[in-house]
């Protein structure tokens, strides 16, 4: 065995300690070569500062976000296998076809409702407790779904809609049916009932984002002056009308914020779908239907497509937070 | 001073950091050969002198088999490293299918993959033809000897073999309760009519149960067994020649005659008496998850249920599987006595290396030596097509049926249908369009229709 085959190899244990003890020697001289000479550097010139801080993120963002990003719009417009130029056949494909009209109808249900509902659900909630005695508990129980991935979520959910036939000596396993047959109803097939097996899937994620909603807005809420409530009292706002037209305007860029960064959240939305109905029933939403194309048809033509429009439908998204970011600045 | 100070800890604590990830490393590529499962008892090492000394080798494994399957797997390894000296590297992943066309495209092939599905086979030689080698001399040769030209051909892609058979399975099979059946004095059915009479009989007898349980679903496969249910039914119904030109395309996809057979199936699986027992509806076999939807028989909410020999892994452990035992299998019936279609499946041995270690490993996994080994640390639940198999060493009466069925010249084999079509058909158009099927319920015309223009569309 050379030294070479040696040092990329390494069999025994001896041999694999003594390539970290190496390893390590290497990495003190090579760090210790840095600091030292970042100290004698006092005056580096502009243009090296620049280059050093910069130069690394432009290059991963060039190989990382920009290189592949132009090789997906590329080839969008090439067949299955990334051969021939197909123009916008895929685009066309993509907007015509019922399976596809089906999964962007879809991907808009989703994108109006998650963002809408989470704030709406947080914002109620994050007033609602403010200042009272349980706040910390109350906060707490809505941002622990947070910490949940994606597919344990998806997985839990499942389990709440389980279906199980009114018949016989069959028990209930899932908690809603459960619930409807004490009510004295049938139970339903929720992930199977189109269309409506999309919103019992959006409950996951709404159930997901509320809690981050509500962060952010009970901050917010909580930042409001004193003085303005106060004015706002004397001038006899009261309950709905304070809510409406205090509360509200007062933490209007938090709620953009939010708004938008569950709109991103919810366009990316893959797991949910994935786990809990693998897109059948017309679920499918084009995130899912991007690696469906992609990996499972091997259709990378259509899924690269399917990843362009995604990245058009965010881009109007990103615009408006980042105008209202700066308008916010442009306040204080 | 104190800033020094500072950069000298962090330093301290970036090396612990590093030397915490080397060790990881040293501890991560262990897991070769052995491991697990019973040991093979004395291995005689002179069957294996024709491969070499290997010693210092180690071919890589990647394959959809997962533990606690592929525990058994690197068992039965162990005489081959134990003789030869080389080392296997097993891994298993669930997600095989997408990620293996992603190796080969980044250049990163494993040495050997088992790839379940000939039409996955099919589509790699033609998308990466340098990167699938075809088989050595003594590969083939194994081939030859021990499988039959229908298994051979399942590994062939245009006149060159490229992939051997690994494990098998028959799929034409019905589940049942022998009690249950006994009970109620029914006898079991042999022609397709049968069947149905015996349903008709079970609704007649107990209204309150429905015969049949199915269940479809099976996470991102959602589907794949109601396709094995169309394809045993068109092998019935319109005969294993026509079966052969629907797979390979040379009909339409929705010809008249496959649109008849998915009615006939139709008539069991969208039969509101007949399904869905102790599940629900016809449209709750579309949720039901396929691995559990059997356990209607044991629990007397269905009698019937259709599924391959490897189903009986899903049964509780406290069930006895055997004719006399608490659930077993019956041939699934043809339209006359004498017509005796068999369905079945298996996966194939593909090797992307030429290295002497990996040709050697690859002969080995074709041979009867092989086949004896697996079939002796497995429990149940696993055959070959192998006819050097010693069937003696299987341990489950269904897997000793399942191989007299496959190894009986009486039964016409033919391989999954939809595991030879291209992969966005048969494991893509074809599940999805079955699950629509089912619910929300889509007519059978409509179904056949939209896989076969995305099939043409490709």
């Not at chain 1, 030292?36 to 502009?46: M, N, V």
Request: charged content about 20%; overall charge negative; proline content about 5%.
């Amino acid at each position: 065995m050379t030294t070479v085959e040696w040092l990329l190899r390494p069999d025994s244990t001896p041999e694999k300690l003594l390539l970290m003890v190496l390893a390590i020697v290497l990495f003190i001289v090579v760090m210790g070569a840095i600091l030292l000479g970042i100290d004698r550097l006092k005056r580096a010139p502009t243009w090296a500062v620049v280059l050093g801080f910069l130069g690394p993120t432009l290059l991963f963002l060039g190989f990382g976000l920009l290189y592949p990003g132009l090789r997906t719009v590329w080839g969008s417009f090439r067949d299955a296998r990334g051969r021939e130029f197909v123009g916008l056949d895929n685009y066309v494909t993509a907007f015509t076809e019922g399976q596809f009209q089906i999964v962007l109808r879809n991907t808009a249900l989703w994108v109006v409702l998650v963002p809408l509902a989470a704030t709406m659900f947080g914002l109620v909630y994050a007033v609602l407790v403010d200042r009272t005695r349980f706040e910390y508990v109350a906060k707490t129980l809505i941002f622990l779904p947070m910490a949940i991935s994606l597919v344990g979520a998806s997985i839990i959910w499942k389990f709440v809609y389980e279906y199980k036939p009114d018949q016989g000596n069959v028990q209930q396993t899932g908690l809603l049916n459960q619930l409807l047959v004490w009510l004295g109803m049938e139970p339903q097939q929720f992930l199977l009932s189109q269309p409506w097996n999309n919103l019992f899937l959006i409950v996951v994620m709404v159930w997901i984002q509320a809690g981050f909603a509500m962060t952010v807005l009970s901050a917010a809420v909580k930042a409001i002056p004193d003085d303005i409530i106060e004015a706002a009292r004397l001038d006899g706002l009261h309950g709905l009308s304070m809510f409406r037209f205090i509360t509200v305007p007062s933490i209007r860029p938090a709620l953009v914020v939010v708004v938008t960064t569950i709109a991103m959240a919810t366009l990316k939305v893959f797991d949910i779908v994935r786990t809990m109905t693998g897109g059948n029933f017309n679920t499918s939403v084009v995130a899912y239907e991007f690696y469906t194309q992609t990996f499972v048809s091997r259709n990378q033509g259509l899924g690269a497509a399917l990843a362009v429009i995604l990245f058009v439908l965010v881009i109007p998204i990103i615009a408006y937070n980042v105008r209202q970011l700066k308008l916010a600045e442009e306040i204080r | 001073m104190r800033i020094q100070k500072r950069r000298g800890l962090a330093l301290v604590a970036s090396v612990a950091g590093l030397g915490l990830v080397l060790t990881a490393c040293a501890d991560g590529n262990d897991d070769t050969g052995g491991g697990g499962g019973d040991a093979v008892a004395d291995v005689d090492c002179a069957d294996f002198e024709q491969y070499g000394d290997l010693s210092g080798t180690t071919v890589t494994v990647y394959t959809s088999i997962v533990d606690p399957e592929a525990e058994e797997q690197r068992a039965s390894y162990v005489p081959f490293t134990e003789c030869t000296g080389a080392e296997i590297s097993y891994e298993g992943s669930r997600e095989f299918e997408a990620q293996l066309p992603v190796r080969l495209e980044a250049g990163n092939p494993p040495d050997i993959a088992y790839i379940p599905q000939p039409g996955f086979l099919r589509s790699l030689v033609e998308d990466f033809p340098d990167a699938v080698v075809p088989a050595g001399d003594a590969v083939v040769a194994n081939a030859e000897e021990y499988y039959t030209e229908g298994w051979v051909e399942y590994g062939t892609v245009d006149g060159t073999l490229y992939a051997t058979p690994l494990g098998a399975n028959v799929k034409s099979f019905v589940w049942y309760s022998p009690g249950a059946f006994e009970e109620n004095g029914y006898e079991i059915p042999t022609t397709w009519q049968g069947l149905l009479d015996l349903t008709d009989q079970m609704v007649a007898d107990h209204p309150d149960i429905k015969p049949w349980c199915a269940g479809i679903e099976s996470g991102d496969a959602t589907g794949w067994p109601a396709t094995d249910w169309l394809e045993d039914v068109v092998l019935r119904t319109a005969g294993p020649d026509v079966y052969d030109q629907w797979v390979t395309h040379e009909i339409p996809f929705d010809d008249p005659q496959i649109v008849a057979a998915l009615e006939e199936v139709g008539g069991i699986l969208q039969n509101e008496d007949y399904v869905n027992g102790g599940l629900g509806n016809v449209a709750s076999i579309a949720t039901a998850p396929w691995n559990e939807s059997g356990n209607g028989i044991p629990d007397g909410t269905c009698f019937l249920h259709r599924a391959a020999n490897f189903y009986q892994a899903n049964w509780d452990e406290s069930l006895t599987v055997a004719e006399d035992g608490d659930v077993y299998a019956f041939y699934l019936p043809g339209v006359s006595e004498d017509d005796r279609p068999l369905l079945g499946g298996g996966e194939f041995v593909t090797a992307f290396s030429d290295r002497e270690e990996v040709q050697a490993f690859h002969a080995y996994l074709s041979s009867p030596q092989w086949a004896n080994a697996k079939a002796e640390v497995t429990g149940q639940g696993w055959i070959s097509a192998n006819n050097g198999l010693d069937e003696g060493l299987l341990q489950s009466p269904i897997d000793q049926l399942s191989f007299d069925l496959l190894t009986d010249d009486e039964y016409t084999f033919r391989f999954d249908g939809s595991d030879q079509m291209p992969g966005a058909i048969g494991a893509g158009a074809f599940w999805r369009e079955m699950t629509a099927w089912i619910s929300p319920g889509q007519d059978a015309q409509t179904t056949l229709s939209n896989i076969e223009s995305a099939w043409a569309g490709m």
